[in-house]
């Protein structure tokens, strides 16, 4: 009797699954602490701008000097919270692309191991069974196509996230530029 079912070429699929979420675990938890990294080096940048800022308060002698004093220390927070944003959404954003390159790949490659069982299975089945692989290679086209067109809204929907960081940061960029003016 022929093989319908190719048992090995879907074990090599799931073990090539395997690999890929381990190397996805590894690079999650390098984001993971390169993210740690970054909210500490925050934190710490955050704590000496307000010791300077606490610092340059207590030297005002003159309204003018507080004035003056009160104009710049609003800066330092802006741009250390749009770096640190900025800097997130790229550790984000590398994380789903990479997920989503894996993932397209795998993909691929089952979609191609499906087809090639089905067509080895269509060989070997019996006369009047037509039907049903049109039928089931049918359901493999239209979960295709669905596959498809969800990949293609995720990444116009990370295409427009990216706008929206990008117009974030210009406009916090011009805020800094207001308050510097300002000062």
Same mark, same amino acid.
């Given at each position: 009797?022929?093989?319908? #079912? ?22 999650? #938890? ?7 990294? $970054? ?8 704590? %000496? ?7 340059? $308060? ?15 220390? $609003? ?22 692309? %990479? ?10 490659? $089952? ?18 069974? %037509? ?53």
């Amino acid at each position: 009797m022929t093989q319908i #079912f190719n048992a090995e070429a879907f074990t090599a699929v799931f073990k090539d699954n395997i690999e890929t979420f381990s190397s996805l675990a590894g690079s999650a #938890f390098k984001r993971a602490e390169r993210l740690v990294a $970054l909210n500490l080096n925050a934190s710490r940048a955050m704590l %000496e701008d307000s010791i300077t800022s606490t610092r340059a $308060l207590l030297a005002a002698k003159t309204p003018q000097d507080l004035s003056d004093a009160q104009a710049t220390l $609003l800066q330092p927070a802006i741009e250390g919270t749009v770096a640190l944003a900025r800097s997130a959404y790229e550790l984000a954003l590398e994380a789903q692309q %990479e997920a989503a390159a894996l993932a397209e790949s795998q993909f691929a490659e $089952l979609h191609k191991v499906l087809a090639s069982s089905l067509e080895q299975a269509a060989k070997s089945a019996p006369a009047g069974s %037509e039907g049903v692989f049109a039928a089931i290679k049918s359901v493999v086209a239209a979960n295709t196509s669905a596959y498809d067109s969800l990949n293609k809204a995720a990444k116009q929907a990370a295409e427009l996230a990216q706008a929206n960081v990008s117009a974030a940061t210009d406009a916090a960029t011009k805020v800094v530029a207001l308050i510097k003016k300002a000062a």
